[in-house]
């Protein structure tokens, strides 16, 4: 092979150009890790504390503030080469890159690589130097002026990962550094510059075209490019910077979403030679699959659809949003990268929305999401800001668009390109209009450059301007009729009940908070007497008033929980109620809705938010009940036009008819009404029966509730609110049985108990439950598996277990009142 890669990862040291931070600090090199970033070697050396832990992300502040230089040497290269680059795949953000004093070249853009021709200075001194983006951010906006911005931070007048200055889940660690890997290139003759393959399948028999730009050392010597899929390879001759090789393979198996098949994939192999000589000169592989998307935006009688076809076939989208998995990225490893997005596969999720204010993920994310069958929304990176569309925002913007589109299209999970991050809706709703007037604010991007790259680039993937976008400026950006919708009114001002109110088309976005595991907190939080208003509780809440919204939140349903341990219980409850009420009640208009995206799965830290696995990666009782709600068959008990039903949603490939047990109780466990009620819901369908009002109609309000089971599944609703219900004391009985790595903790009832929780980290930081919130009616019996623990006696499993009826007054108790 006539190339040569030498990466570049030993001998780094990173120095302090200029800012604060420790006495001494300043010129004196310390070891660095490339990739990487200036805050993980500082930790590394110990010069700063943990960012994560209590509030030291303010005594931290200082290193995005300061400027810092990366230097090492390139080593030797040995063999008769034509031409030696130097490839950056990432630098984070502003950098001025030299070798021994020789500028080769000035870099803005996080979400880019660079290359420098570095053929006559080999053994030459490398140095990085880094300025701060707030530096550059600053400067920029002083340039063009001011545009609006959610945060108060200058994100939107820099190309780095806008969350790096702080969100309303994330701490603010402006980063620097060499984040992804740095290499050598040696090579001879010619070399892929790039690779397009653009993959279509046509009545099962597949195509890839692929679209190749070389550079050459030595212009109009010929070329044979060659590709290869499935065992079928066709070749041609180039002699300009550019060719196209198209290869068919007949009868291919067709990539499908979670759920939906199986997800075949095929190595595309495209091999450059030189005509004269054979000799190998380049190879380019990458996994592909077969599949077609579209986005059906039909107009119908309920506005206008949005919905996923792949294959021709129509996919609700059982999402979540991704943010980026670490507040510093360089620490997000393929290994975790897997293990989170398995944590999303596990509980039926099919959709994973890659958010517009973090980064284009690494390869091994796009790689997990084609094995696991998780289809990704990829947003540009542009988040609730006006951003600029002047240079030298509007030529970067150009280049990493193209770039980045190239770059993840051979993925088949990849199925929707969309523009932005409530943009559009900024625009409309939070007072920019008067503030723009006369100035850019991205609408060019959006409505303009991005939907023109993608229909070059990439033209068998549908693009979206934003979201949320009703598709034109006639009717209101986040009209739930027309488009993908987010719901943020409701967690701010109102109660979860109020999504019950809409039939979105698509819900892109809506949740909850709740605090982390008990276990993360500690950890994040030592020594701290917890309580929900304690100064580290608040500094790892990031969202405005975030602690009133939670409160308000709970008064709707609970009474004034006395300790901390109930209010952190209580809040987790409220959290995977809120979403579960969303989830099944837009779940069972399919296909009117045709999808929930929920905000959040991941965190980036230990804090107070909305995500279903914690910062620690532990997760909350909301991942658990997002098993049941994206689980193929959902059984609810819901409200249709004042009369009760049952909704039968069946998204699974197989007709489910079966017997449901509908059933009026009385806390106690008296049945005081009951019906057998057949039902039958074809494949990816719902169906919506009528319950009877002498079934369903509550006498005692406070003492009665309607439960629902059949096939293992349930729903249950009580009578009023939880504060005003008349919970017995629980009754249980517990027994712990040793199985291989844990325990099986077998709990049988004796009376109503609500929403059962095993917090088993509070047994050892490392166990895991696989049980969240259980509901358990008199006599019934479940067995919760914990790993992570090898034996626990009764009194302090008894203290990790939680209930509504624990954490609310008892039926005596309302009564005496």
């Known amino acids: 092979m006539s190339t040569h890669n030498t990466p570049l990862t030993s001998g780094w040291t990173v120095t302090l150009d200029s800012g604060g931070g420790p006495p001494g600090l300043r010129g004196t090199p310390i070891p660095a890790t490339v990739p990487g970033c200036c805050h993980a070697d500082l930790l590394a050396a110990g010069l700063i504390a943990d960012p994560y832990l209590g509030r ?3 005594e931290v502040a200082w290193v995005g503030r300061a400027d810092w230089r990366y230097d090492t040497r390139l080593p030797e290269i040995t063999g008769d080469w034509e031409r030696v680059d130097l490839v950056f795949d990432g630098l984070d953000t502003v950098a001025q890159v030299s070798l021994d004093g020789h500028v080769l070249g000035a870099t803005r853009n996080m979400h880019r690589s660079y290359r420098f021709d570095v053929t006559a200075l080999e053994g030459a001194a490398l140095s990085v130097r880094f300025t701060s983006a707030y530096d550059e951010a600053e400067a920029v906006r ?4 001011a545009r609006p911005n959610a945060y108060p931070e200058p994100f939107n007048y820099v190309r780095k990962m806008a969350a790096s200055f702080g969100w309303d ?5 402006v980063t620097a550094g060499i984040w992804r890997p740095v290499r050598l290139e040696c090579w001879n003759t010619a070399r892929l510059a790039r690779v397009r393959p653009v993959v279509t399948v046509t009545g099962g028999r597949g195509r890839v075209e692929a679209h190749l730009d070389l550079e050459r050392t030595t212009p109009g010597r010929e070329v044979r490019a060659s590709v290869t899929v499935g065992g079928h390879t066709a070749t041609t001759a180039i002699i300009s910077d550019r060719g196209t090789v198209a290869v068919e393979v007949p009868e291919v198996a067709l990539w499908w979403p979670r759920g939906h098949g ?6 595309c192999r495209v091999l450059l030679t030189d005509a004269e000589t054979g000799a190998e000169l380049d190879v380019w592989e990458r996994r592909i699959g077969f599949r077609t998307v579209e986005l059906d935006q039909s107009p119908d009688a309920h506005g206008t659809a949005f919905t996923l076809r792949v294959n021709g076939a129509p996919i609700f989208a059982r999402g979540v949003n991704w943010i980026p998995d670490d507040a510093l990225p360089v620490r997000v490893t393929p290994e975790r990268y897997r293990t989170r997005l398995e944590q999303a596969a596990a509980i039926g999720v099919n959709l994973v929305r890659v958010w517009g204010g973090g980064i284009y993920e690494d390869a091994a994310f796009y790689a997990a999401c084609d094995e696991l069958g998780l289809m990704v929304w990829q947003d540009f990176l542009f988040a609730c800001a006006a951003y600029p569309e002047e240079q030298p925002l509007r030529g970067e913007v150009d280049a990493e668009a193209r770039e980045n589109v190239v770059r993840l299209m051979p993925h088949p999970s990849l199925v929707l390109w969309n523009g932005n991050n409530e943009n ?9 209009e008067d503030a723009l007037a006369g100035e850019s604010w991205g609408e060019g991007y959006y409505l303009g450059m991005l939907p023109r790259i993608v229909a070059e680039l990439d033209p068998t993937r549908p693009y979206l301007p934003g979201s949320p976008w009703s598709g034109s400026w006639d009717r209101h950006p986040n009209d739930p009729a027309h488009g993908p919708s987010h719901f943020w009114e409701v967690w701010n001002r109102r109660d979860y009940t109020d999504y019950l109110n809409e039939v979105p088309r698509f819900a892109a976005e809506f949740g909850w908070q709740a605090p982390p595991a008990y276990a993360t907190l500690t950890a994040a939080l030592p020594a701290e007497d917890l309580s929900p208003d304690s100064a580290g509780m608040l500094h790892h809440q990031k969202a405005e008033d975030g602690n009133g919204k939670l409160r308000r ?3 709707h349903h609970f009474t004034t929980s006395v300790t901390f341990d109930d209010w952190h219980y209580l809040t987790q409850v409220n959290q995977a109620r809120a979403v579960a009420t969303a989830v099944a009640h837009w779940r069972s208009h399919w296909p009117v809705c045709a999808g929930t995206v929920v905000w959040q799965l991941n965190d980036c830290w230990p804090v107070t938010s909305w995500a279903a696995v914690d910062g620690a990666g532990r997760p909350k009782p909301l991942y658990h009940e997002l098993r049941r709600l994206y689980a193929d068959r959902l059984l609810t008990l819901q409200t249709r036009g004042g009369v009760r039903v049952l909704a039968v949603d069946n998204q699974s490939a197989d007709q489910w008819q079966g017997m449901a047990a509908v059933r009026r ?10 019906e057998a009620v057949p039902f039958t819901a074809g494949p990816r ?7 009877p009002e002498g079934l369903t109609a509550f006498g005692d309000v406070r003492a009665e509730f309607l439960v629902a089971d059949a096939d293992g599944l349930r729903d249950l609703v009580l009578g009023c609110a939880d504060a005003a219900f008349g919970y017995p004391a629980p009754e249980l009985d517990l027994a712990a049985r040793p199985v291989p790595g844990g325990l099986d903790v077998v709990i049988t009832a004796h009376s109503f108990v609500r929403d059962l929780l095993v917090q088993a980290d509070r047994l050892s930081p490392d166990a895991v439950a696989d049980t969240g919130l259980v509901t358990l009616l008199p006599g019934e019996t479940r067995t919760i598996r914990i790993t992570g623990v090898a034996a626990v006696d009764d009194e302090r499993l008894r203290a990790a277990m939680f209930s509504v009826n624990a954490a609310q007054p008892t039926l005596e108790g309302v009564l005496r009142t």
């Not at 002083?142 to 002026?145: A, F, P, S, T």
């Not at 889940?169 to 660690?173: A, N």
């Not at 109780?665 to 009951?674: F, I, Q």
């Open 56 to 58: 030291n992300e303010l």
């Open 262 to 267: 199986a997800q075949p994939l095929y190595t």
């Open 424 to 432: 559009l809706w900024g625009f409309r709703d939070w007072d920019w």
């Open 169 to 173: 889940w994330g701490p603010t660690l």
């Open 142 to 145: 002083e340039r063009l002026g």
């Open 665 to 674: 109780m009385r806390a106690d466990g008296t049945v005081l009404a009951e």
């Open 553 to 555: 939140g709970l008064a």
């Open 685 to 691: 369908s719902v169906a919506v029966l009528p319950l």
